[in-house]
């Protein structure tokens, strides 16, 4: 099991380049959306399957290993990336991305690729499905953790908050919670269609240990996100609100409402892989 990989800083920031302009182009190639929920959670991914989660792809369903659960299951083209630049499966499967009877839909299914953990994309079932496992991995007496990142928007969703008393109350120190808080959510921002704030204030009253963070930066990422994995606060979960920004990378996508649904164009993707480096 490995908690680190080599590479170095430099590569990682080249997947995380790498990754968004993957992600374009297999939206601009289907047709499909969800381009800026998914470039938000670039390096909260990176920094988590390459310096912090305990995996070996080459063993990824090991009673031993670190679990994620993307509960945000729109943005999977994300997910697929990282795990394919990670090794859990070969990078020219990206191309079965929303392909008929492939493995790579428009939300991430458990039976059809290694590495993925839960079928998704129910808004609010991440967090209640983490805390079962975090529950089973201590009455197995493993040590192990189960992370799940969720989007913001999703946090008007009741299942959320209930989870998030149940898991206090069950002193679930070995789940890890991440919140994609770009600010944006299907049709307005967050705090137009529901106010969250103060966020870090909520999560405190519900007895979490929360921290919030950069969550484009990939040493600070790293750094809390490895803190919490191996020195939990005793009886607490853990909850780091990753403040990004919608569609980075892509000066024209950035912080747009729209980039929720559009559909990137040819011009789309040569612009944005020019701005990306990745030609």
């Given at each position: 099991m490995n908690e680190a990989s080599s590479k170095s800083d430099d590569q990682l920031a080249r997947i995380c380049a790498q990754t968004r302009a993957n992600i374009l182009r297999?939206?601009?190639?289907?047709?499909?959306?969800?381009?800026?929920?998914?470039?938000?959670?670039?390096?909260?991914?990176?920094?988590?399957?390459?310096?912090?989660?305990r995996i070996d792809p080459a063993d990824p369903k090991s009673p031993e290993r670190d679990i994620f659960i993307l509960s945000k299951g729109h943005s999977c083209a994300?997910?697929?990336?990282?795990?394919?630049?990670?090794?859990?499966f070969p990078q020219g499967r990206l191309g079965e991305y929303c392909k008929f009877k492939k493995g790579m839909?428009?939300?991430?299914?458990?039976?059809m690729l290694p590495?993925?953990?839960?079928?998704?994309?129910?808004?609010?079932?991440?967090?209640?499905?983490?805390?079962?496992?975090?529950?089973?991995a201590k009455r197995d007496g493993r040590d192990k953790r189960i992370f799940v990142l969720m989007g913001d928007g999703e946090l008007d969703e009741g299942t959320v908050w209930e989870a998030a008393m149940a898991a206090a109350h069950y002193k679930l120190d070995n789940l890890i919670a991440i919140v994609d808080r770009n600010g944006?959510?299907?049709?307005?921002?967050?705090?137009v269609a529901m106010s969250l704030e103060p966020l870090d204030a909520k999560w405190l009253s519900f007895g979490w240990n929360v921290e919030t963070v950069d969550g484009h930066d990939l040493g600070r990422l790293v750094e809390v996100l490895r803190k919490m994995?191996?020195?939990?606060?005793p009886d607490k979960p853990g909850l780091v609100i990753a403040k990004t920004v919608k569609g980075k990378g892509v000066s024209f996508m950035?912080?747009?409402?729209?980039?929720?649904?559009?559909?990137?164009?040819?011009?789309?993707?040569?612009?944005?892989?020019?701005e990306l480096g990745c030609q």
């Open positions: 297999m939206c601009h190639k289907e047709g499909m959306s969800h381009v800026g929920s998914a470039f938000s959670m670039v390096e909260i991914l990176v920094a988590l399957y390459f310096r912090v989660m994300g997910l697929y990336n990282v795990l394919a630049q990670a090794g859990f839909g428009g939300h991430p299914d458990l039976h590495g993925v953990e839960v079928c998704s994309g129910s808004l609010g079932h991440g967090l209640p499905l983490a805390i079962g496992m975090a529950i089973a944006l959510q299907a049709d307005s921002r967050t705090e994995r191996q020195t939990p606060c950035e912080d747009q409402q729209a980039w929720h649904f559009n559909k990137p164009t040819a011009e789309d993707l040569s612009k944005g892989l020019e």
